[in-house]
């Protein structure tokens, strides 16, 4: 990035808040530039270190494919299926999004659908605007004991749940990540899946994100095994109810109502439901609260320059949260395992199968994710071309290379100890590091020889007889060839010893390699850039 500044596209309308905050920020360049037809997206976008976008602007694979050095796709708002997360992935481009801005527009949203449903509030004022005082047409149901499925449990779901206990409904959900003392404290009883939570519930609201394990999770089934009578809400993501199966649902009865504000194709272009006199419709409305406006874009804003100035990622897609006390804590740790994953992949032959790793002593108990990923990255620049940590894991996977991690309490001699065991199918190495002081990577263990030298620059490792003279002998080519040695390390084991080398050269010619192979007792010579 050099000096430069780090320039910013905000590609849709984003509340004023939100603007001025990136607008001061020393080292931002920000354009808006909203509207924008696909082939001028991919120029402007090809211009730029970052963008942030809402729902209008769409990012498939092949207008990202257009900016390569794209460094961060911010979607101010929750959903993100107008961004290609795994084609951005695959390129290095951090993606986030803001969870918490419109939370509680959403939750808000979700529970003024369900009271309009229940007492049909659109269709008794349409009918008393147009003229007719009609009451009997209208009679409602209470929410007061009745039962709610909570489909998802995350921010909204949880919110949504608050609300519902506060009309003293009994309240059910399904989420399989959701604790059981989390949801103890929401007075939730979660059920184990979606069948056995469907056929208890008076009322279905959906508040999971949109994927393939969500795709179409309400259907023709689900329908089936609920009350007759029941009444639903999806104000997450069109897509996850089966429309056709709604539809059918409300058709035969078994459906008395349903409240949508979120449409598998938006606008709609199937107009059954919308059009349907038992479905209460809006046009996509979670988040047009003034607040949540306002609330995506200060956090699209904040989170846009944490992740690019100060380390900080939060909500992210691809990669682990970190802080900012994180990110400078764990930062020494993921510069060593940067440099350990280069040496494990320039110094294993054959196809590189099993690569485990072991956080011992202090480091034991931290979120080390980040860390692995910093090491994978180091690995995978040995084989591939424009990695980092956002990609480095799906370029492995893809390799086949399976990233083993364990923790430990104990570190032997330090205080914190990283070890990385690379399996190959020529053979395996092992590698341990350290840092001393507070910021200085230290390699302290290669093949179970004990070394002491920082892991940077040009390195020589030497695998010798354990005789007098081989060092000094590696000393005197080097000097012929008039390369410096700036640090020496060497261990012994059982008559045979490593001697780690650090040049000021960027490289070490082959003839000299070579050369010193021939030396007497000296059995291979590696050399290895970190």
């Given at each position: 990035?050099?000096?430069?500044?780090?320039?910013?596209?905000?590609?849709?309308?984003?509340?004023?808040?939100?603007?001025?905050?990136?607008?001061?920020?020393?080292?931002?360049?920000?354009?808006?530039?909203?509207?924008?037809?696909p082939e001028d997206l991919k120029k402007e976008l090809a211009k730029h270190d970052a963008i942030i976008v809402r729902?209008?602007?769409?990012?498939?694979?092949?207008?990202?494919?257009?900016?390569?050095?794209?460094?961060?796709?911010?979607?101010?708002?929750?959903?993100?299926?107008?961004?290609?997360?795994?084609?951005?992935?695959?390129?290095?481009?951090?993606?986030?999004?803001?969870?918490?801005?419109?939370?509680?527009?959403?939750?808000?949203?979700?529970?003024?659908?369900?009271?309009?449903?229940?007492?049909?509030?659109?269709?008794?004022?349409?009918?008393?605007k147009a003229g007719t005082w009609d009451k009997k047409s209208f009679q409602g149901v209470e929410l007061n004991g009745?039962?709610?499925?909570?489909?998802?449990?995350?921010?909204?779901?949880?919110?949504?749940?608050?609300?519902?206990?506060?009309?003293?409904?009994?309240?059910?959900?399904?989420?399989?990540?959701?604790?059981?003392?989390?949801?103890?404290?929401?007075?939730?009883?979660?059920?184990?899946?979606?069948?056995?939570?469907?056929?208890?519930?008076?009322?279905?609201?959906?508040?999971?994100?949109?994927?393939?394990?969500?795709?179409?999770?309400?259907?023709?089934?689900?329908?089936?095994?609920?009350?007759?009578?029941?009444?639903?809400?999806?104000?997450?993501?069109?897509?996850?109810?089966?429309?056709?199966?709604?539809?059918?649902?409300?058709?035969?009865?078994?459906?008395?109502?349903?409240?949508?504000?979120?449409?598998?194709?938006?606008?709609?272009?199937?107009?059954?439901?919308?059009?349907?006199?038992?479905?209460?419709?809006?046009?996509?409305?979670?988040?047009?609260?003034?607040?949540?406006?306002?609330?995506?874009?200060?956090?699209?804003?904040?989170?846009?320059?944490?992740?690019?100035?100060?380390?900080?990622?939060?909500?992210?897609?691809?990669?682990?949260?970190?802080?900012?006390?994180?990110?400078?804590?764990?930062?020494?740790?993921?510069?060593?395992?940067?440099?350990?994953?280069?040496?494990?992949?320039?110094?294993?032959?054959?196809?590189?199968?099993?690569?485990?790793?072991?956080?011992?002593?202090?480091?034991?108990?931290?979120?080390?994710?980040?860390?692995?990923?910093?090491?994978?990255?180091?690995?995978?620049?040995?084989?591939?071309?424009?990695?980092?940590?956002?990609?480095?894991?799906?370029?492995?996977?893809?390799?086949g290379i399976d990233i083993r991690v364990t923790t430990t309490e104990t570190a032997r001699d330090f205080r914190a100890?990283?070890?990385?065991?690379?399996?190959?199918?020529?053979?395996?190495?092992?590698?341990?590091?350290?840092?001393?002081?507070?910021?200085?990577?230290?390699?302290?263990?290669?093949?179970?020889?004990?070394?002491?030298?920082?892991?940077?620059?040009?390195?020589?490792?030497?695998?010798?007889?354990?005789?007098?003279?081989?060092?000094?002998?590696?000393?005197?080519?080097?000097?012929?060839?008039?390369?410096?040695?700036?640090?020496?390390?060497?261990?012994?084991?059982?008559?045979?010893?490593?001697?780690?080398?650090?040049?000021?050269?960027?490289?070490?010619?082959?003839?000299?390699?070579?050369?010193?192979?021939?030396?007497?007792?000296?059995?291979?010579?590696?050399?290895?850039?970190?």
């Open positions: 990035m050099n000096d430069r500044p780090i320039r910013v596209l905000v590609s849709d309308k984003l509340a004023q808040d939100g603007l001025e905050i990136l607008e001061a920020e020393p080292g931002l360049e920000v354009t808006v530039n909203t509207g924008l037809a729902s209008a602007t769409k990012l498939p694979a092949e207008v990202l494919s257009a900016a390569p050095e794209l460094r961060a796709i911010v979607r101010a708002g929750v959903g993100v299926d107008n961004v290609d997360a795994d084609a951005a992935t695959r390129q290095g481009t951090l993606v986030m999004n803001t969870p918490g801005g419109n939370t509680i527009s959403t939750a808000e949203l979700a529970v003024a659908l369900l009271l309009a449903l229940c007492r049909n509030i659109a269709p008794a004022c349409a009918k008393l009745k039962t709610i499925g909570i489909l998802g449990l995350g921010r909204i779901g949880c919110e949504v749940a608050k609300r519902c206990r506060a009309f003293n409904m009994r309240v059910l959900g399904y989420d399989p990540f959701l604790s059981e003392e989390r949801a103890e404290q929401l007075g939730i009883t979660v059920c184990k899946s979606v069948d056995e939570l469907v056929p208890q519930v008076d009322f279905l609201t959906v508040h999971t994100p949109l994927n393939d394990d969500t795709r179409g999770i309400i259907g023709a089934a689900e329908f089936a095994r609920m009350k007759d009578g029941v009444r639903v809400v999806n104000g997450a993501r069109g897509g996850i109810i089966d429309e056709q199966a709604l539809f059918e649902a409300l058709e035969s009865g078994k459906v008395a109502g349903a409240a949508l504000d979120v449409y598998t194709v938006e606008p709609p272009e199937d107009r059954r439901l919308v059009e349907h006199d038992r479905v209460l419709c809006t046009p996509h409305l979670g988040a047009s609260t003034k607040e949540a406006q306002v609330g995506v874009a200060v956090d699209a804003a904040r989170q846009l320059i944490d992740a690019l100035k100060n380390g900080e990622v939060r909500s992210a897609l691809n990669y682990p949260a970190l802080s900012r006390q994180e990110a400078t804590e764990l930062a020494p740790y993921g510069e060593l395992a940067l440099r350990l994953g280069r040496l494990a992949g320039q110094l294993v032959e054959g196809q590189l199968e099993v690569v485990s790793v072991t956080y011992a002593g202090e480091i034991a108990d931290r979120d080390l994710r980040g860390v692995t990923n910093e090491l994978t990255t180091g690995l995978m620049r040995c084989f591939e071309e424009d990695v980092n940590p956002v990609n480095a894991p799906m370029l492995a996977r893809q390799r100890l990283l070890r990385v065991e690379a399996q190959a199918t020529g053979g395996a190495h092992t590698f341990e590091g350290t840092i001393l002081g507070r910021r200085s990577p230290w390699l302290v263990m290669i093949d179970d020889f004990r070394l002491e030298l920082p892991p940077e620059g040009t390195l020589l490792l030497i695998r010798n007889v354990d005789r007098p003279g081989v060092v000094g002998a590696v000393g005197t080519v080097l000097g012929d060839a008039r390369i410096n040695i700036s640090g020496i390390s060497w261990g012994s084991r059982r008559g045979q010893a490593l001697s780690l080398v650090r040049c000021d050269a960027d490289t070490i010619a082959p003839d000299i390699l070579r050369t010193l192979e021939k030396l007497p007792d000296v059995k291979n010579v590696r050399m290895v850039r970190v």
